[in-house]
């Protein structure tokens, strides 16, 4: 298996722009996390998938960020309009269900200038 | 308030020491985890523990629930184990709540 896939491996964008994060998950793993990492706050969850159903955006933070996955083996994160706190690393994460470890991507390095 | 910490925060030690991390955690937990992050680089999960001890060739972690700590132990440490590790927690569900990690580095 591939792993976890994430695409693309680093983003520029000028402030104000759409910006897309695509995942795709370990064919099998029942659940997709997004996370997000700064050297200020560390790894914060942003939101996670269950069976493709979201169960808990409470980290998602505010109305520009928003997430889909229309099938098990593909998920999006995106964010409209885009500013400069927004720039991070963002994981992709997925597991087979609780009480398993979990499998991380590549991430992807947003830079919002 | 569901809280992970973790000591020291940074480590500096001489290649072939044995190294313990330290994972205390606020309230009673489904399972614990045990990540390493490359600098630059991805993600990769070690352990998931929910009592006892595992071992993964010179990596060793264990847990106390009745303390609310776990350790992480590196035997005959190496410069590749340079890295940060990060200790995270499900606390009754699938979220995760990450330490802060702790920052080591070995020299040769």
């Known amino acids: 298996d591939a792993g976890v896939i994430q695409s693309p491996r680093h983003e520029v964008t000028e402030m104000g722009q759409e910006v897309t994060l695509r995942c795709k998950p370990i064919?099998?793993?029942?659940?997709l996390f997004w996370y997000r990492q700064t050297m200020m706050r560390g790894l914060e969850l942003l939101i996670y998938?269950?069976?493709?159903?979201?169960?808990?955006d409470s980290g998602m933070p505010e109305d520009r960020f928003s997430a889909k996955m229309p099938n098990a083996s593909f998920s999006t994160l995106k964010i409209q309009p885009s500013e400069p706190r927004d720039s991070a690393v963002y994981f992709c994460?997925?597991?087979?269900?609780?009480?398993?470890?979990?499998?991380f991507g590549s991430g992807t390095r947003l830079t919002v200038v | 308030k569901n809280e992970v910490e973790q000591s020291p925060q940074n480590l500096t030690a001489q290649e072939g020491e044995f190294i313990t991390i330290n994972c205390s955690y606020s309230v009673g937990i489904s399972a614990l985890h045990w990540l390493q992050q490359h600098p630059g680089g991805g993600i990769v999960s070690l352990f998931m523990l929910s009592s006892g001890k595992k071992k993964h060739g010179r990596l060793i972690a264990t847990i106390n629930i009745q303390e609310k700590h776990s350790s992480l132990h590196i035997t005959a440490s190496h410069p590749r184990d340079s890295a940060v590790y990060i200790c995270?927690?499900?606390?009754?569900?699938?979220?995760?709540?990450f330490g802060t990690g702790t920052r080591l580095t070995i020299i040769p």
């Open positions: 994460a997925s597991n087979p269900g609780i009480f398993y470890g979990y499998t």
């Open positions: 995270a927690v499900n606390f009754g569900n699938e979220k995760l709540t």
């Open positions: 064919s099998g793993h029942n659940s």
């Open positions: 998938f269950n069976n493709n159903v979201p169960i808990d």
